[in-house]
């Protein structure tokens, strides 16, 4: 008997439903005992998201500042297991505070342990900069990542803002004025994750994950857009200089930070809707000259490997 573990948090369910349909075919099988943990928070996050609150949130987040989970002593949590699925989400270009925090708890170092781990993302588009922070915790935990399934909304950069922010403040997943697609991952792609299954089981009972990878791309497991690689690495670089700017003017929630906050959200709608958009012209223009590197990176970001 196998015993596989899922980790996960979502305050919409999609990324439970995500969870689910993956391992499905593992808890189908007899050979499998198949468990879930949901990361739970002592303060949890508001859904729908409070639109001052969420901003706030923004330095801790991407400096990965965590916060105090429950449940730590969860009986589920004190077992060996022979794979486990660390399904998250993507909150600035960065693993989403739950999942961070619970990645750099003691708890979760014994968990993870030399056992094998696959990665599973619930994002809106840009997730490769903020895998590369989870593998770097994994790495910490002594963890061996073995494959990696990111599933996006695949929908243009500016729709899918418009669509993932109504959502995140009504808490309603629904097509906004009638006219625009649903946010987040579409459902045709949630019902399909169903295909990974097989995959994951056949490893797993083989025991042997060296070709895991490969057989998950052979199946969409991940589509990598290398316009997005490059506003990935450069948002990243300027959310540091923001999130370090702003925590040295006061704590979550005070008065001396809210101007700087106020700031950063006027950048940030300026970054998508005006240097984006000239960030993709550029990348067009060099597209040619660059297209080794392209290639390159976007073969990286496909695997599993850590630079």
Request: aromatic share 14%; net charge positive.
């Amino acid at each position: 008997m196998k015993n596989v573990l899922v980790i996960y948090y979502t305050q919409s369910g999609q990324l439970l439903e995500i969870a689910k349909n993956i391992t499905r075919k593992l808890d189908d099988s007899r050979e499998v005992n198949l468990a879930f943990y949901e990361i739970k928070l002592k303060n949890d996050f508001p859904f729908p998201w409070d639109r001052k609150y969420f901003y706030n949130i923004f330095p801790e987040t991407f400096l990965q500042v965590p916060t105090e989970l429950e449940d730590l002593d969860n009986p589920i949590l004190k077992k060996k297991y022979d794979l486990i699925i660390f399904s998250y989400q993507v909150w600035y270009l960065t693993p989403a505070i739950p999942a961070n925090s619970f990645l750099k708890t003691d708890i979760a170092k014994q968990l993870f342990q030399n056992t094998p781990v696959i990665t599973v993302i619930g994002s809106r588009n840009m997730w490769i900069m903020a895998q590369e922070k989870v593998k770097k915790l994994l790495i910490k935990n002594e963890a061996n990542l073995v494959g990696n399934i990111a599933l996006v909304d695949r929908h243009i950069n500016h729709i899918s803002v418009i669509t993932i922010i109504h959502w995140m403040f009504t808490g309603v997943k629904k097509r906004f004025l009638g006219i625009f697609p649903k946010p987040g991952v579409s459902e045709k792609d949630i019902d399909e994750s169903t295909k990974f299954g097989p995959i994951i089981l056949k490893n797993l009972i083989g025991g042997n994950y060296e070709n895991l990878q490969k057989e998950l791309l052979d199946k969409e497991a991940v589509k990598i857009k290398p316009f997005l690689i490059v506003m990935d690495k450069r948002a990243n670089f300027l959310f540091g200089k923001w999130s370090n700017l702003i925590v040295t003017k006061g704590t979550a929630n005070s008065k001396e930070r809210r101007p700087w906050i106020k700031m950063f959200n006027i950048y940030l709608i300026f970054a998508i809707w005006i240097i984006a958009p000239i960030v993709f012209l550029l990348f067009l223009l060099t597209f040619i000259p660059r297209l080794g590197v392209i290639k390159r990176d976007k073969r990286y970001y496909s695997s599993i490997e850590l630079k």
